[in-house]
Each structure stands twice: as C-alpha cells, then as structure tokens.
C-alpha cells in the first residue's frame, strides 16, 4: 500500500483507476448543467430557409436599379409564400418570415411608399441586404457540441431550435456518504453527552450535489462493531459508484475506516496524503467503485473532498478532472510557516482588474468557521515562509467561475 502520497500522485491513482459513466438521454430541459457524452451535430440549416431580417418589402430586380414595383403579395406572420417574385415586382414581408424566391433584398418599410399596387423605396438597395440566407447560423451536419461539453442554455437553445428533445449525457455519479466517527450520530439526533451531531455528512452531500452527483444517502456507522460497519459500507458499495467515508481514517485504536475498507475486498490505492489539513485521507477500489476515505475534522473532511473526491466526480462525467487554477494578491497576512503544503480556505474577489483573496479566520481543521465563507483553496507549498499581504498565491476557485 503506497503511504503519504503527494496530492498528484493521489490524483492519479484514483483517476487512472476510474471509468467514465455510461451515457444516457434525458429531456433538452434536464439537459442544462449536465456533460455531453457524444458530439452533437446540427439537424437541420438554421435558419431553415431564407428570411427577411426587418418587416417590409421583399422585391426582385435586374442588373438594372430600379425603385419602382409592384406588389405582388403580402405574407403576415407564419405565411409561406407561394409565388415568386420576377424582376420589377414585390411582396410584403415581417422579421423572421420566408421571403419569395427571386428576392434581391427587403426594403424596411419606413423607407418605401406604397400607392395602390405599387412601391416607391426611397433607399438605395444592395443584393443581400436585410436577407438572413438559409443556413447562415448553422448548416444541417455542423457540429454543435462535441463529448465532454456541458451542456449551456445556449445549445439548449440550437438543439430546442433543431427539434432535438433529447441528449445523451453522461450518467451522474451515485454518491453515498458513510460517517464512520466513534460517537458521531445523525444531526437530526439529540446527542449523548459526548456524542456529536454529523455535520460533514449534510456538507459533504451538497457539495457532491454541486458537482453534478447524485447521493443516495448519508449514514453514520461509527457506532457498530466492526462487522455491522463493514456489512453497511458493502451494502452502500452496491449501489454507489462512489462512497465517501468521514472520519476514523488516522491511526488511533478507534480509527477503523482503513480495516473496514479492507474487509471489503477493495484494493487499497494509497493511505495517507502528504497535505494539511487532510492528511488522513486514503482511497480504495472495488469492481468499478471508488471510496475515498476522508478526515472526520469539519475542514479537513471539506478539503479532502474538494481535492481528491471532486476530481473524480468530475472524471466520472466524463469532464477534465483537473480544477481552475490562478494567482491572486493577498489582502491579508498567513503569519504561520509550513513544513507540509498547505491548503488555507480563502474568499476571493475581484479588484479592477485582478483576483485577490483573504485567508479567513478559522483555519484549524476541526473548526468550521473558515467554511462558511469560502469560496477558494489556497495553495501554499511545502516549506512556505509567512505570507505577507500584497503577495501573490495560487488558489483553486471552488464556487465563483
Ligand atoms: N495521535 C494522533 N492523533 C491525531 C492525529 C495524528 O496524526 N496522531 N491526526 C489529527 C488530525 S490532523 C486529524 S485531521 C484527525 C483525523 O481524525 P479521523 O479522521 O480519524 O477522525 P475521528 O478521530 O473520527 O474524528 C476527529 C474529529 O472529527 C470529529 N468528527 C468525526 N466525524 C465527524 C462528522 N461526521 N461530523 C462532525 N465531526 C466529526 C470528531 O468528533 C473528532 O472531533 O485526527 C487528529 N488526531
Ligand atoms: O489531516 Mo488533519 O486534517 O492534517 O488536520
């Protein structure tokens, strides 16, 4: 079993272990926020025949300039005409309508005077003008989305557009979370002097949610013997493409997350993450199954998951496991050097032109108060100095982009 590995070794070894869901269809309007799982190409020319871009006067026209015509028709809205227009003649038309065959261009009608049958424009007319040509958005077979896009309300749009009420997406990721801290009960419990109430569970369910998951439940075993923990993570590995386990995963007599897990059958990929806070954290395989083992202390347990478990999330959708990454100014001072790497719950914000990010206050792993503002880890390496305010930091946004 590989021990305190660096967190890109521990990346690789759960994504390289890992195969994307299979796809699957779902309505256009379920569709927003999921991943494409194949490329989508444009059923039809959109627009789907030519159309008059202003509401006017289509006519038809020789080599010759001419400013006089004669009506032909008039197409209202949802009309489709039936005649075409010959040199010298004109038909009516509105914004969005099919203009006849043998249209050179539409005149908007504040610049046309109609007596009786005939028009007078009072503006030069180029060939083309106000014409949306059939296909000019997007040609039948035009790739629209390719596999891995997620799917915006702009393709919502040209697939609603194209008449296409369905879309293949990858699958959401099945998440379970499993509390496996001695003494920790439901939050909805009354704890027993000593017990705590769940609280990564909750935090742990949104954020999979976030990342496009869906949880199957949250549970708390630390209170079974070792055989009832390990008949309720295998019964959560049934159904779960991904299990996340909080707490009991140090090395203490009471810490039984790494046996459990074994007792399973998984294949343990590593134990121990060289990362504060964090550094409990371990990940295991069975079948196609994850689970990834996470700190019971409140920001510990939330850094684990954004690190280790949300890349795989990601993977799972067939999305770049990789998270954003950028430089931002520090409007506050870290007064504490690092011997590990360090990942501090920052808030970030934009100044004019540049990202810049305060530490918040609460940063020891067990506290939560850092939590109920950030937006941001910050990475600051093995080895760092105090970082002064005014320096620049790496931070992986989480909720803002
Ligand atoms: N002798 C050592 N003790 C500890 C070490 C160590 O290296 N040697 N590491 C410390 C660090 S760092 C962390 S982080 C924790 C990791 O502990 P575990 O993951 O084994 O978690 P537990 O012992 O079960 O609980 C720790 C703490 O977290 C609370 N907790 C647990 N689960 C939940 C939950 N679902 N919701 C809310 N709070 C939870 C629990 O009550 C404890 O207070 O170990 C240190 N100790
Ligand atoms: O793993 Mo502990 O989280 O280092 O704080």
């Not at 070792?226 to 959560?236: F, N, Q």
């Not at 046996?259 to 395989?285: C, E, M, N, Y």
């Not at 990454?325 to 590990?340: I, L, Q, S």
């Amino acid at each position: 079993m590989l021990t305190n590995v660096t967190l890109e070794e521990a990346c690789e070894l759960i994504t390289g272990n890992l195969i994307p869901l299979p796809g699957q269809s779902v309505a256009l309007a379920e569709a927003a926020g999921r991943v494409c799982y194949q490329d989508i190409y444009a059923a039809r020319d959109l627009p789907p025949c030519s159309q008059s871009a202003v509401d006017g006067y289509a006519v038809a026209m020789g080599d010759e300039v001419c400013n006089q015509f004669q009506l032909k028709g008039n197409l209202g809205p949802g009309d489709y005409p039936d005649f075409s227009l010959a040199p010298g003649q004109a038909a009516g038309v509105v914004t969005g309508g099919p203009v006849p065959p043998g249209t050179r261009g539409v005149i908007p009608w504040e610049f046309a005077e109609v007596k009786g049958e005939y028009i007078t424009t009072t503006k030069a007319l180029n060939p083309g003008d106000n014409i949306k040509p059939r296909g000019e958005d997007f040609r039948r077979g035009d790739i629209v989305a390719r596999r891995g896009n997620i799917v915006g309300p702009g393709l919502v749009g040209v697939l609603a557009a194209c008449g296409n009420g369905k879309v293949k997406v990858f699958a959401r990721p099945k998440v379970a979370v499993l509390g496996l801290g001695r003494g920790i009960v439901p939050y909805h419990a009354v704890p027993a002097p000593g017990e705590t109430r769940d609280c990564n569970g909750p935090v742990l369910e949104v954020l999979a949610r976030r990342e496009g998951a869906e949880v199957l439940g949250v549970e708390t075993a630390g209170h079974m013997e070792s055989a009832g923990g390990r008949e309720c993570l295998k019964k959560l590995l049934r159904k779960a493409d991904v299990v996340i386990t909080t707490g009991g995963a140090a090395s203490g007599a009471y810490d039984q997350a790494l046996d459990l897990i074994r007792q399973t059958g998984a294949r343990v990929l590593f134990w121990g993450v060289r990362i504060k806070p964090g550094s409990h954290s371990g990940a295991a395989v069975l079948d196609s199954r994850l689970i990834v083992s996470l700190s019971g202390n409140p920001a510990a347990c939330v850094v684990g998951y954004h690190l280790l478990v949300a890349p795989a999330l990601r993977a799972l959708q067939g999305l770049d496991p990789q998270p954003a990454r950028f430089d931002a100014v520090c409007k506050n001072r870290w007064p504490k050097k690092g011997g590990t790497r360090r990942f501090v719950r920052g808030y970030i914000s934009r100044n004019q032109n540049q990202w810049q990010v305060n530490f918040l206050p609460g940063q020891k792993s067990s506290m939560l108060r850092s939590l109920i503002d950030y937006n941001a880890l910050i990475d600051l390496p093995a080895g760092h100095p105090p970082v002064e305010e005014g320096q620049r930091v790496s931070v992986i946004p989480l909720f803002t982009l």
